[in-house]
């Protein structure tokens, strides 16, 4: 019997709370593939530039937040996991995965991703981690803001995810909830409009000219999987792989 692994690259793009990083692993899982979400990585620069004691608001402080940038994108400074079922954000040698999910990161990374040179340091880095697992012969679902338009211009695949503003921040509350965050759906929703005027001044979302838009809104995660799984299915991206040990 044969199983169904992802070949190329899957791009999902969308606002916060869309349910993006939930099913971007649950699919990378369902076929196979490696996973990487972006913003865990401007998180992580974000994480480091607060912790260098620079102020990220300040517009004099640009080129320090560059310099923090390139140091964190080179190789070895900053190794994201790209296992489903286990990712993993390793700053310095630290795992700062429960850090960069911090209040004072989330109101700062705006500011940190609106420098020019942290998108172009991100952004190659982003591409290296791309290129790594495609030329290894495995697939890769990758999320975040800007990856059908710029981090994976090529990608077999491209959906843009949407969801209404409510069910946005609703989502977005259980999450913070769940990961013992304190979290209210008023004060959430705050944050959610918030964080949209900040990052549509940065770059604004749009989805790329050949992105499937999918409206989650209605959707569980599982029934958002199922969509996706029948997307890559006709795009002919599963190719089936022998199961160790049969012949």
Same mark, same amino acid.
């Given at each position: ?15 916060? @709370? ?74 310095? @040698? ?27 340091? #991100? ?37 843009? #995810? ?60 599982? @029934? ?24």
């Amino acid at each position: 019997m044969a199983r169904r692994q992802l070949r190329g690259v899957v791009a999902l793009d969308g606002p916060s @709370g869309t349910g993006k990083s939930t099913v971007a692993r649950r699919l990378a899982s369902a076929v196979g593939a490696r996973y990487l979400d972006t913003g865990a990585m401007y998180r992580s620069v974000t994480l480091a530039v607060l912790r260098s004691d620079i102020d990220p608001a300040d517009p004099a402080a640009a080129t320090a937040v560059a310099d923090v940038a390139r140091t964190v994108a080179e190789p070895g400074a900053l190794a994201m996991g790209t296992d489903p079922s286990g990712p993993t954000v390793v700053l310095a @040698g630290v795992d700062v995965a429960a850090d960069i999910r911090e209040p004072e990161v989330t109101a700062a990374v705006s500011a940190v991703a609106s420098v020019p040179a942290v998108r172009t340091a #991100l952004i190659a880095a982003q591409q290296r981690i791309i290129a790594h697992a495609v030329n290894g012969g495995l697939g890769m679902v990758v999320e975040g803001r800007d990856i059908g338009t710029v981090v994976a211009p090529d990608a077999e695949l491209k959906v843009y #995810l949407t969801a209404s503003a409510d069910a946005r921040a609703r989502r977005r509350s259980r999450q913070d909830v769940a990961a013992g965050r304190a979290s209210t759906v008023d004060g959430t929703r705050s944050d959610v409009d918030r964080r949209d005027r900040l990052d549509n001044r940065t770059t604004p979302l749009r989805p790329a000219a050949d992105a499937i838009e999918l409206d989650t809104t209605e959707l569980d995660a599982h @029934g958002v999987v199922r969509r996706l799984l029948s997307m890559v299915d006709s795009r002919g991206m599963l190719v089936a792989e022998a199961v160790a040990g049969e012949r």
